[in-house]
């Protein structure tokens, strides 16, 4: 009866705290049982561990809760991460210099048929500021004189739209107004729309927007150039209104959102869902925009086993996998609990064997 | 030489990035800290443009000392190399009538490594921009996406051709299949009628627009004994896909052409590629 403390089981037997096992509480369903210790010296010893390891949980090293509450900086090869250099150049003065530097030059990129990407041919000055304000890809190149960059189609029309900095050109080299562009881009994907409206709403925030597309969502931010610092979140655009038609859109059912919360949080984002929503019934042409709503909202999880001490901060998905993963095995999940029931441990054995002799 | 050379640098950097990968991944999982737990799943490596003036973004990997000429010609959209250096060719470009063409992949995939000399009619030199109007315009049978497909494959060694385009013609009097090279009228092999080439890339053009999937590639695995006489059956076909999600009536139009031959997707997003299969499968009835 008492080595029954040492299976987690849901429900069953729960002491004066409401802890079925040493120190963890959980409504949830029972994993696999281990085997019992049962009326064993050693299994008597590994009880009082528990005990032990049970108090001890309080003295020793809480949890280790993600970090939301900043920006995760990397870190140059002088092991100083990166924030001050972004500090001193502030994504609002990149964008700034690359406007007014390319708004002279005319600059023409060209669309790719059947898409919404487009190449630009840049110099050397150009590629730099482009590379600052974290706009395109660079493609690669042997030493030619103009670099070349990939724009996706949100950028595109944020650097012809919203910047006014290049022209664009179809894939049979006519000059595109702005309307045609739109049309363009809005027939290579369905979602245009929403998502230029969603990319130049945080773009014009100065955050650096980059597709989430490897991650599983639309976008993600950077508060800086990524190559400065991680981002911090991941980004789903979720159109709402008659204006949309009948779009299927993200979010519906319950396997979509924490998928998606769980895919965000495992490459420690967190996940913010842009809803779109539009009153009006006309998305083609640009002058759409203005009417666009944009809501922010972020979904997180709130993991109540780790949230008891002083700090009670909203954890990543990270913390609630690693919760999940460690059900069965709780006895274990105390590192200090870990060393001094070793030590308990073997030194019982020690005992034990010679008291055999 | 210089194409094996090359190879092995990337083949070395890529290692390098996967050992680097493996050794964050494989800190202590109990750390929850920032460090090693949330590695960024696949963030690419990006260059901080903040610290050098003037960041190079020009290849590490040229091989100018090995670079081809070849010469566009417009009627069979693709180019006819005048001298070939080095052993890119081996993998590299179709052989039609004793002459060696490449296409515009081919060509995209060569001038950025610095690997081809590329000349207009009257011997003038076209530049990149061009090269990616070519591309770009989608009129030569190979796509903006497509392009990103062959380089990411080509860079690693893998040894990539347009789909039913046979690499030579010289065993195969009369052909059956269409490519986008030559169209072959019963007994006629040559490929020097602009006629019979022009209307082999319509052809096979409009064959894309009418069935909307098929592969684009059809892809072998490195090889340095690589014959185009005998190249044997590519280890995979490849389709590009385009943006939304394959239907089941997509998947079996395509798998339909494959001839048993595995088959592979390409997703391209902003120049980022990946692949993945659906696979037809039958799970067996458990007792």
Known sequence: AESSLLLPRAGGRRNARGENNAGAW??????????????????????????????????SAPPQLMDMSGPRWKKGKDGKDFAALAAAQPMSSNVTKLQSSLKGSKLVATLCSGGGD???????????????????????????????????????????????????????????????????LCSA????????????????????????????????????????????????????????????????????????????????????????????????????LEQLVVHERTVTRWIAQQCREQRCKPCREEAYKEEEDHTGETVVSNYWGVILGLTVLSSLLVYKLRFRR | DGSLKFLVGYKERSMAAASRDRRRRGRAPGAASAAAAVEDDGEEHHLNPFLSDAAPTSSRVQFRNVASRARWVEEAGAAEVLDSKGKLWLTTGVTRGGKLYYNVEEIGFLAERGA???????????????????????????????FQAYKHLKLLGYIIGRYAVPWTMKNNPTCETTDSLERMPDTDQSFNRADGVHNGITKLLKEMHIDGLHPSFEVYL??????????????????????????????????????????????????????????????????
């Open chain 2, 222 to 287: 490195p090889n340095s004994k690589f014959r185009k006489s005998s190249p044997g059956a590519p280890c995979f076909l490849l389709s590009m896909l385009r943006d939304k999600p394959p239907s089941r009536d997509e998947l079996e139009t395509i798998e339909s052409k494959c001839d048993g031959i595995p088959l592979k997707f390409c997703q391209v997003d902003n120049g980022r590629v990946s692949f993945l299969s659906f696979d037809k499968v039958r799970l067996p009835s458990l007792p």
């Open chain 1, 189 to 288: 994907s369905e979602s245009f729309p929403e998502m230029y409206k969603a990319y130049s709403h945080l773009r014009s925030k100065n955050w650096v927007v980059r597709s989430g597309l490897q991650y599983g969502t639309d976008f993600v931010a950077y508060r800086h150039h990524p190559a400065l610092v991680h981002s911090e979140f991941a980004v789903v655009v979720v159109p709402e209104g008659s204006g949309f038609g009948g779009r299927c859109s993200r979010l519906k059912v319950w396997s979509d959102l924490l998928c998606a919360l769980r895919a965000s949080g495992s490459v420690a984002k967190t996940l913010l869902v842009l809803t779109i929503s539009s009153n009006v019934c006309e998305l083609g042409s640009p002058d759409c």
């Open chain 1, 26 to 59: 959980t409504p949830r369903a029972p994993p696999p049982t281990r085997p019992v210790l049962r009326s064993s010296p050693i299994g008597g010893s590994f009880l009082a561990l528990a005990r032990l390891r049970c108090r001890c949980r309080f003295l």
């Open chain 2, 116 to 146: 081809l000399i590329f000349l207009d009619d009257e011997g003038g030199t076209i530049g990149m921009e061009e090269i990616y109007g070519k591309i770009a315009g989608g009129k030569y049978g190979c796509s903006w996406d497509a």
């Open chain 1, 118 to 184: 487009a190449v630009l041919g840049v110099n050397p000055q150009q590629a730099a500021l482009l590379n600052r304000a974290a706009f395109g890809r660079a493609l690669e190149n042997a030493g030619a004189e103009k670099q070349w960059f990939q724009l996706g189609a949100e950028e595109v029309f944020y650097l012809h739209h919203a910047l006014e900095c290049i022209v664009v050109e179809s894939a049979s080299k006519d000059l595109m107004s702005q309307g045609e562009l739109w049309d363009h």
